[in-house]
């Protein structure tokens, strides 16, 4: 094995990490708005909802948090054959993250000053439209920082995919140096462009964070 840099190997995989690049994009946006949506949904269920509801989603969160990604991998892939890898890994991220995610907009939920509440109930707001309407908005915005870093750790956690045979760009680049027996470019050039995507995003969600902080 040629442990030399070659430009010419290193054009020849970049459209092959490209193509492994899509579904890397695709399973993380999809794989975030899934996430999104349903740690909102559990984080307004474990506020509002009775004990015998939030109790049980309480729980299952815990052990989705402390189980590692790839079990939950596998074992939703070989439970479900009847769906695809993609299918699988990109609802079994967005579920993953979105445990996490129901924290942080518990915590922006708390953060909602108590006067919030009490201006609300004292114009007679529907529960439902002091939520929509008051509680959620202000939300939201203080957490939207913390759920971008989550985007940024999701589409790193992407490789993870490898493990239910999804081809995304890690294991495209595995695949080609196992083809070619190098390795040094396809590796490289896919960290390079995993930084390429994240770094601008990191830097967004920094100036995010300093503007919504004033």
Not at 64 to 87: D, E, G, N
Not at 203 to 210: D, T, Y
């Amino acid at each position: 094995m040629n442990v030399e840099w070659s430009w010419e190997r290193a054009w020849d995989c970049l459209p092959v990490l490209l193509e492994g690049f899509k579904i890397t994009l695709l399973a993380t946006v999809l794989g975030f708005l899934i996430a999104a949506v349903l740690g909102l949904a559990i984080a307004v269920v474990r506020r509002t909802g009775p004990a015998v509801i939030s109790i049980p989603i309480r729980a299952a969160c815990e052990f989705i948090r402390l189980t590692p990604l790839v079990v939950q991998l596998l074992f939703a892939y070989y439970l479900l054959p009847q769906f695809s890898a993609l299918q699988i890994g990109i609802v079994v991220l967005g579920i993953h993250y979105s445990t996490y995610m129901a924290e942080v907009y518990r915590a922006g939920i708390d953060s909602v000053p108590k006067g919030q509440w009490e201006a609300a109930h004292a114009l007679s707001l529907p529960t439902a439209r002091t939520w929509r309407a008051v509680v959620l908005p202000q939300a939201i915005r203080n957490t939207t920082p913390a759920l971008g870093n989550y985007a940024i750790s999701m589409f790193k956690d992407t490789p993870f995919l490898f493990a239910i045979t999804v081809v995304e760009m890690v294991t495209a680049a595995q695949q080609y140096g196992a083809r070619t027996f190098q390795y040094l470019e396809p590796i490289t050039i896919a960290g390079v462009i995993f930084l390429i995507a994240s770094y601008p995003t990191s830097i967004l969600i920094r100036k995010l964070e300093k503007s919504l902080a004033y």
